[in-house]
């Protein structure tokens, strides 16, 4: 049960907080369709200035946990740099917002690739030394204490073999959340995605909250992205994230755009995502002897089911789903 729960949260977390990423965006009246690409990027630069420090000997083992935090914003910056791309073809060039996410997604993966090919000579690039769960995972070793120590059930769950970086996403999301709701900030980006003629007639302006909702939207596509190249892939970039920005998407249409709703989401996505690529070692009862792989289903339903769970669940909600008003329509100044 442990491990179930743990590994949930490794899934969950990042599309909880591309998923709020998406809603940065659209709030703000910009269709953000480049979360696939900006978590690729964000993953890519994270992975990188990670094996940059080590190759410098810049951090040691016993600093794992500096380093992370420190690739993780890097990440996000660069991340949010990206998202400048879609910001300035959808605000200033007035361009199809479908379409320019569209290119962004078909350009990340081209140039992270070719980088990694640079850089390292193959299709995958990693740490130089050591491995992700080594360097960066809580363990009671972490805290000055036993390797075999025990806190009990519940706290084992939330310090013992889980990953840093976890709790600081999750930390992020809440404080955004509260950003978009709870302040002026927030109501004034919300108004540019709801009637932005209005909130032009009040003083605001409107292209600089759209470009503050984008770039909000990459700073957490990009520090998702390398979440799960760093809890999910083991510290390494290889130009894919299995898809996770277009389950985000699913995530942030099921959540109707509400943060709440989208933690839910993201938790439900993440059991199934956490079955699809744990079943094999899951045990149905917790005594070690009836596994889930034993129980005759095809490897291959167990890896369908986020996708199809996907399916099912925008078939059901996305009619009653309900979009900001201007979302997707380029903002002219001289309309009313």
């Known amino acids: 049960m442990v491990f179930l729960i743990q590994q949930t949260l490794l899934f969950a977390v990042p599309l909880m907080i591309v998923a709020l990423a998406g809603v940065c965006a659209e709030r703000s009246g910009v269709i953000n369709l480049a979360l696939e690409g900006i978590m690729i990027f964000g993953a890519f630069i994270g992975v990188l200035f990670i094996r940059t420090m080590q190759e410098m000997n810049l951090f040691d083992k016993e ?24 910001a300035f073809s959808a605000i200033n060039l007035k361009a199809d917002q479908t379409i320019g996410g569209t290119a962004l997604n078909m350009l990340a993966p081209a140039i992270v690739l070719f980088l990694i090919v ?21 363990r009671p070793s972490s805290f000055g204490l036993p390797k075999d120590y025990s806190w009990g059930f519940l706290i084992d769950i939330l310090i013992n073999k889980v990953y840093l970086s976890t709790y600081i996403c999750i930390i992020v999301f809440v404080i955004v959340s509260v950003i978009l709701y ?68 699913a995530v942030m249409i099921f959540g109707n755009w509400t943060p709440i709703n989208i933690a839910a ?28 792989s034993e129980i005759g289903i095809s490897p291959y339903v167990y890896r369908m089911l986020p996708y199809v769970i996907t399916l099912v669940v925008l078939a059901f909600t996305s009619k009653s789903s309900r979009v900001p008003k201007a979302e997707g329509i380029p903002y002219d100044k001289g309309q009313r």
């Open 63 to 86: 600093q794992g946990q500096i380093l992370m935090i420190l690739a993780l914003f890097v990440a996000a910056i660069c991340g949010s740099i990206f998202s400048l791309l879609l």
């Open 118 to 138: 640079m850089i390292a000579q193959q299709n995958t690039i990693g740490m130089v030394k050591g491995g992700a769960a080594s360097w960066f995972m809580l």
């Open 182 to 249: 709870k302040t002026k900030f927030g109501l004034r980006l919300r108004s540019c995605g709801e009637n932005p003629q209005a909130a032009d007639s009040l003083g605001i302006n409107v292209f600089k909250m759209r470009y503050a909702g984008v770039m909000l939207s990459g700073f957490l596509a990009g520090m998702g992205g390398f979440n799960y190249a760093l809890t999910t892939a083991g510290c390494t970039s290889n130009g894919d994230v299995a898809g996770y920005g277009f389950l985000a998407l």
């Open 265 to 292: 989401g993201g938790l439900i996505f993440g059991l199934f995502k956490c079955i699809a690529s744990t079943y094999a070692t899951l045990d149905i009862n917790g005594d070690g002897i009836y596994m889930l």
